[in-house]
């Protein structure tokens, strides 16, 4: 069985830091693109910052600067570490999995919350 488990998520002050750990279970993460992306209330999921089985990053415009992904394979982890949190950066949070066929594994979300 195939489990992906977020963490790291809560509430914090507008400028503050988070660090969210992905941790996955039953695949070995080495072999999939890795990827985090949010979800607020009333929006669409978004990505937010994505990394390579060879471990190149892109990210969202709104967190280029403030987030930064990192994948520990040996872990069969990936993290996001999030810096200069804003009250836009208040979401539920989710780790994806994807292979190169597109087929892909979702965690269940980690709830973000930045206040003003």
């Known amino acids: 069985q195939v489990q992906l488990v977020e963490s790291g998520g809560g509430l914090v002050q507008s400028g503050g830091s988070l660090r969210l750990s992905c941790k996955a279970s039953?695949?070995?993460?080495?072999?999939?693109?890795m990827g985090w992306y949010r979800q607020a209330p009333g929006k669409q999921r978004d990505l937010v910052a994505s990394i390579t089985t060879g471990g190149m990053r892109s990210y969202a415009e709104s967190t280029k600067g403030r987030f930064t992904i990192s994948r520990d394979n040996a872990r069969n982890m990936v993290y996001l570490q999030m810096d200069s949190l804003e009250p836009e950066d208040t979401a539920v949070y989710y780790c994806?999995?994807?292979?190169?066929?597109?087929?892909?594994?979702w965690g269940q979300g980690t709830q973000v919350t930045v206040s003003s």
């Open positions: 039953g695949i070995s993460l080495r072999f999939y693109g």
């Open positions: 994806n999995a994807k292979l190169s066929d597109n087929s892909d594994y």
